[in-house]
């Protein structure tokens, strides 16, 4: 089981910073390593990834020295079992509105006696069974793991403070545009309501000791951090917009 180094820069009190890719691609993957992100978000939620294609880019991952974290299609166990098993580093969790989703999500990523995560044989996690006595790889695999837990929806925030009280759980992620669509601002985060919904949240993880996730952009990645978030990622389609706009403004400069 490999080191888990955003993971550890995240332990440090040190922001990760992250790129979140929805197509299947290796390559992009690979980049985002050599362009210095910590880590990449494999978009299985939204995205139209496989579960082969997710083991080609953890594997461009880790060449490219970049720590590989997979958004699973849902909550349910078996999603996410069959990611960890590919190899991923953690996953982030969507749409856990109690403690009890919570509890469950840590049970799913971390074997005996953390939780209750299927043990076989010859995977790729394992090393295909290559690294070593079965013991020491879940023990490993039980350090090294991360689990993310989204709070998007409404519920979700209501629970905030039961949720923080589970133990496992490494990062406690807001997700804007689905929150502001389950408050009714669908695709407004900034309405009033979420908008105090998300800096109160933020607010009492940070409070709590915990780490807090944030999507980020360039306009905005400064006053998230000075917010105490430390789990930060932007979207691919961001950055091309973004740098697309700089070089367009510049080709049209007269």
Known sequence: MKINRMKAKLLAGTPAYGASVMIPSPQLVEMLGHAGFDWVLIDCEHGTISIESVELMVMAAEAAGITPIARPATNRADDILRLMDRGVMGVQVPHVNSAEDARRAVEAVKYHP?????????TR???????????????????ESLVCVQLEDAAGIENVDDILRVEGVDVFFIGPSDLSQSMGHPGNPKAP????????????IVGAGKIAGLPATS???QQVQQQGVRYI?????????????EFFKAAKRP
Do not use: C, D, Q
Not at 131 to 139: F, K, L, R, T
Not at 234 to 243: D, E, M, R
């Open 125 to 143: 996690s394992s090393a295909y069974g290559f690294s070593g006595p079965m013991a020491e790889y879940v023990a490993a695999a039980n350090r």
């Open 233 to 245: 990622y932007t979207h691919v389609p961001k950055l091309l917009g973004s740098a697309a706009g």
């Open 193 to 204: 309501a979420v908008h105090a919904a998300i800096t109160g949240t933020l607010a009492r």
């Open 114 to 122: 953390a939780g209750a995560r299927g043990l076989a044989v010859g």
């Open 219 to 221: 306009e905005n990645v």
